[in-house]
């Protein structure tokens, strides 16, 4: 089954205590980002990648780190997690090629995390 | 910076009814993709439309249909034959598609839509 899991679904963390929050996908997507939604508002992209080796910034980048090491893994790191990193998480992934699924965002089930 | 507004924080619709639900967007690229996706409480992101903004012809999907004004920059989706299933969060989005913004996507705050039965 075509899927984008992530690990953990939810996660509770005390202040400066690193984590990662992995996504995964099996679709052979270029394309993958990571998104949070916070309570009213929208998604916020925090970092995408087009490619392995490739990453850029979205529009919430501060605080976070990302790696694209395997074409399919597109791991979201907080190296010091702070209480304005509660949310809700989203990874994506799409096709960046041509064709009529292109550049379609596939989600991933959502990471809650709460920072105490 | 692309920005997208939905001015309608909610909507409610009679079942059987249709409904439009409003985006607008900011840009000054050519090129892009906008969509719509639908959140229901289980907070997963399901894909309802999508359009490509070289092409003129409105995208329609079963009961879900846009109107995609280019110039005007909006990007409206309607619904047609309201069911209790369609009651959600529906997000407008926006994704650029070429240059040094390829990849970078904009969403906006949503709109709750309630469907009456």
């Known amino acids: 089954e075509a899927q984008v899991t992530q690990n953990p679904r939810y996660l509770i963390t005390v202040t400066g205590k690193k984590l990662t929050v992995t996504c995964s996908q099996n679709m052979n997507h270029e394309y993958m980002s990571w998104y949070r939604q916070d309570p009213g508002l929208g998604l916020r992209q925090i970092y995408y990648?087009?490619?392995?080796?490739?990453?850029d910034k979205g529009d919430v980048p501060e605080g976070y780190k990302v790696s694209r090491k395997e074409k399919r893994n597109f791991p979201l790191i907080l190296e010091s997690p702070s209480p304005n990193q509660t949310s809700l998480y989203f990874c994506?992934?799409?096709?960046?090629?041509?064709?009529?699924?292109?550049?379609?965002?596939?989600f991933g089930p959502g990471t809650r995390l709460t920072v105490l | 910076a692309q920005t997208v507004t939905q001015s309608q924080p909610e909507m409610s619709v009679q079942e059987a009814e249709t409904v439009t639900l409003s985006c607008t967007y900011d840009?000054?690229?050519?090129?892009?993709?906008l969509f719509w996706y639908k959140q229901p409480p289980s907070r997963q992101m399901i894909l309802v439309i999508r359009q490509e903004a070289y092409k003129q012809q409105n995208a329609t999907e079963n009961r879900f249909s846009v109107n995609f004004q280019k110039a005007a920059k909006s990007f409206s989706l309607k619904i047609s034959d309201s069911q209790l299933g369609d009651a959600a969060m529906y997000f407008c989005a926006y994704r650029s598609a070429l240059g040094t913004n390829a990849g970078k996507s904009t969403f906006g705050d949503g709109t709750t839509l309630t469907v009456k039965p």
């Open positions: 840009t000054s690229e050519s090129d892009y993709y």
């Open positions: 994506a992934s799409s096709l960046s090629l041509g064709g009529p699924l292109a550049d379609t965002q596939y």
């Open positions: 990648s087009m490619n392995v080796e490739v990453t």
